[in-house]
């Protein structure tokens, strides 16, 4: 990769995690740690892989392996992220807040935050697990989906299908 590709790709990824609006202050440092990164401009994408750590100031990702993906450059247009994908044991926390799950999508265009796979939300000592947790960034509101299959005991016998719960601590 010559010099001028090398700094269009290293401009575009802090532009980037500078620009990802999702849970981050646009006027802080953002620092991202991974085991290795790949900038696919073909599919207008960049890939952190392995022990992925996205930080700023209270706001922490953390999953094996993160996908920014961003709109084409157009004359006249600045790029934009369209969409982040996390994969493998996800963590999001902010402050008193840290959710969980085996995946977690933001989707800047209806601009709200996905955590599927067994998701779980703590706020301080109260908890609610579910299939998928959506977070509507607009609208301060969330949704706790459960999974539609039947568990199976260790007996062997089927149980109710999954279901949301939710554990409130009284203060």
Not at 77 to 86: A, D, H, S, T, Y
Not at 119 to 147: C, F, H, M, P
Not at 148 to 155: D, E, H, I, M, V
């Amino acid at each position: 990769m010559g010099k001028h590709k090398t700094i269009t790709c290293i401009s575009l990824i802090v532009w980037l995690l500078c620009c990802v609006p999702l849970l981050f202050a646009a006027s802080a440092p953002i620092t991202v740690e991974a085991d290795h990164m790949t900038s696919l401009q073909e599919k207008n994408s960049v890939l952190f892989k392995g022990n992925v750590d996205a930080k700023q100031n209270d706001v922490r990702i953390r999953s094996d392996n993160m996908v920014v993906y961003y709109t084409a450059e157009t004359e006249g247009k600045k790029q934009e992220v369209e969409r982040l994908e996390c994969t493998g044991n996800v963590e999001i926390s902010k402050g008193g807040w840290l959710g969980t799950g085996k995946t977690m999508n933001y989707l800047e265009k209806d601009r709200k935050v996905i955590l599927s796979g067994d998701a779980k939300a703590w706020q301080d000592a109260n908890l609610v697990t579910g299939e998928t947790i959506i977070y509507y960034l607009d609208e301060g509101r969330s949704e706790v989906v459960a999974g539609s299959g039947k568990t199976t005991t260790p007996g062997g016998k089927s149980s109710k299908p999954g279901r949301v719960k939710a554990t409130l601590t009284p203060q």
